[in-house]
């Protein structure tokens, strides 16, 4: 069993050694580190080819891409393994976590998506939450309640992105969480109550940034509420109830009210027919 651990970056001088000594000191055999550097100019191009002139398991890439999104999806056309995980440069794995997944897919192949829990520091180290993405059912992650913050803290097989597109090139915040949607509605995710990922919440980041101006929750909520509406009345339903369980009366209201006319617009279908 193959794992790809993709790395993307762009003018990280300070974090790039770090991640990648994260990687090392993993000492997986059957991982792979593929870097995919967006032509960086402060210095870090230089720390890369250092580390792959020196690990015979971690190549790179590095020329303008466009976008986050882009770089992720050049890197899984790259990637050598069979599973893949993503490693943002300011964060890491914890000990030994790489070889305890691979052991897991080697003794279970009917997983397609695993995910463990993530620990959340803030830019002092201090743990803000550890988040605990359980249960991982299709109406928990449409709530928008149970699902992983950080890819640090899940593996998936490259073959899903095969049924459900590669990451969204237009979507430039959440993608990582409109692929989890995406998958969820097709896959079973299996969760392992385990810390596997260190998601660092740092000053200057896009997910720093888009929290302190509340736009985190709000592009969440939008994104969440259009994939709802694509889903059977059963899942809308489902993600109804547990907002209520919730206590989320708002957005109860909101989703209620999607559910009502939908359910309105077939049977008005069906008096036409009738007629």
Same mark, same amino acid.
């Given at each position: 069993?193959?794992?790809?651990?993709?790395?993307?970056?762009?003018?990280?001088?300070?974090?790039?050694?770090?991640?990648?000594?994260?990687?090392?000191? /993993?000492?997986?055999?059957?991982?792979?580190?593929? %870097?995919?550097?967006?032509?960086?100019?402060?210095?870090?191009?230089?720390?890369?080819?250092?580390?792959?002139?020196?690990?015979?398991?971690?190549?790179?890439?590095?020329?303008?891409?466009?976008?986050?999104?882009?770089?992720?999806?050049?890197?899984?056309?790259?990637?050598?393994?069979?599973? %893949?995980?993503?490693?943002?440069?300011?964060?890491?794995?914890?000990?030994?976590?790489?070889?305890?997944?691979?052991?897991?897919?080697?003794?279970?192949?009917?997983?397609?998506?695993?995910?463990?829990?993530?620990?959340?520091?803030?830019?002092?180290?201090?743990?803000?939450?550890?988040?605990?993405?359980?249960?991982?059912?299709?109406?928990?992650?449409?709530?928008?309640?149970?699902?992983?913050?950080?890819?640090?803290?899940?593996?998936?097989?490259?073959?899903?992105?095969? &049924? %459900?597109?590669?990451?969204?090139?237009?979507?430039?915040?959440?993608?990582?969480?409109?692929?989890?949607?995406?998958?969820?509605?097709?896959?079973?995710?299996?969760?392992?109550?385990?810390?596997?990922?260190?998601?660092?919440?740092?000053?200057?980041?896009?997910?720093?940034?888009? /929290?302190?101006?509340?736009?985190?929750?709000?592009?969440?909520?939008?994104?969440?509420?259009?994939?709802?509406?694509?889903?059977?009345?059963?899942? /809308?339903? /489902?993600?109804?109830?547990?907002?209520? &369980? &919730? &206590?989320?009366?708002?957005?109860?209201?909101?989703?209620?009210?999607?559910?009502?006319?939908?359910?309105?617009?077939?049977?008005?279908?069906?008096?036409?027919?009738?007629?």
């Amino acid at each position: 069993m193959k794992l790809s651990i993709l790395l993307v970056v762009l003018n990280n001088k300070a974090f790039i050694a770090q991640a990648m000594d994260n990687f090392v000191a /993993q000492s997986c055999p059957d991982a792979e580190l593929l %870097v995919m550097d967006g032509a960086s100019t402060d210095g870090t191009l230089s720390i890369i080819q250092d580390y792959a002139r020196r690990f015979s398991n971690i190549r790179y890439v590095s020329e303008k891409d466009a976008g986050q999104s882009d770089a992720m999806n050049k890197g899984l056309r790259l990637a050598n393994g069979e599973f %893949v995980s993503f490693l943002n440069v300011d964060d890491y794995y914890s000990e030994g976590v790489l070889n305890e997944v691979v052991g897991l897919l080697h003794a279970d192949a009917s997983i397609n998506f695993i995910t463990g829990n993530c620990n959340v520091w803030d830019a002092q180290g201090e743990l803000i939450y550890i988040n605990k993405p359980t249960p991982i059912e299709k109406h928990h992650v449409l709530s928008g309640y149970h699902f992983p913050v950080n890819p640090t803290a899940y593996f998936y097989s490259k073959s899903i992105h095969e &049924k %459900v597109g590669f990451y969204n090139e237009k979507n430039h915040y959440n993608m990582d969480l409109e692929f989890i949607i995406q998958t969820v509605l097709q896959y079973k995710i299996t969760y392992v109550d385990r810390i596997w990922g260190n998601f660092r919440m740092l000053p200057n980041s896009k997910t720093f940034s888009d /929290q302190s101006t509340k736009q985190l929750e709000i592009r969440k909520h939008a994104l969440l509420s259009s994939y709802i509406k694509k889903t059977s009345y059963y899942v /809308q339903l /489902q993600v109804w109830l547990y907002l209520m &369980k &919730k &206590k989320q009366y708002p957005r109860v209201h909101y989703f209620f009210r999607v559910l009502q006319d939908k359910i309105n617009f077939e049977v008005s279908k069906l008096k036409t027919k009738i007629k």
